[in-house]
């Protein structure tokens, strides 16, 4: 069965950098797209960087030359690495499967098979 255990989660300060991570398990990883998204207390899940099944990567504007999404197929798993962390990006970060090896949008009703989420909190 398909599966998604996220991890890297903390807490950082400001301007702090966190790298979390996305096992997945239960299908061919390498030919699927993958995102990321996080969702703060009282608000909508929101897309923050995706990579279909080539590589080709999108981000959401205010995370742009902040974070970067990566795949390493052979270990099946998905990565961000953010940077230069804002008291804006605290949230449940997740990951999720597309519905095909291009990744159509960035919004949640175009992935499935969530994972359940990894805590990111920063500090001013």
């Known amino acids: 069965q398909v599966n998604h255990v996220e991890s890297g989660g903390g807490s950082v300060q400001a301007g702090g950098s966190l790298t979390l991570s996305c096992v997945a398990s239960g299908y061919a990883f390498r030919l699927w797209c993958m995102g990321w998204f996080r969702q703060a207390p009282g608000k909508e899940r929101e897309g923050v960087a995706r990579?279909?099944?080539?590589?080709?990567?999108e981000y959401t504007n205010d995370v742009k030359g902040r974070f970067t999404i990566s795949r390493d197929n052979a270990k099946n798993t998905l990565s961000l690495q953010m940077n230069s962390l804002t008291p804006e990006d605290p949230g449940m970060y997740y990951c999720?499967?597309?519905?095909?090896?291009?990744?159509?949008?960035?919004?949640?009703?175009?992935?499935?098979?969530w994972g359940q989420g990894t805590q990111v909190t920063v500090s001013s």
């Open positions: 990579i279909g099944f080539d590589g080709i990567t």
């Open positions: 999720a499967r597309g519905l095909g090896s291009d990744c159509a949008g960035g919004a949640p009703s175009h992935y499935n098979y």
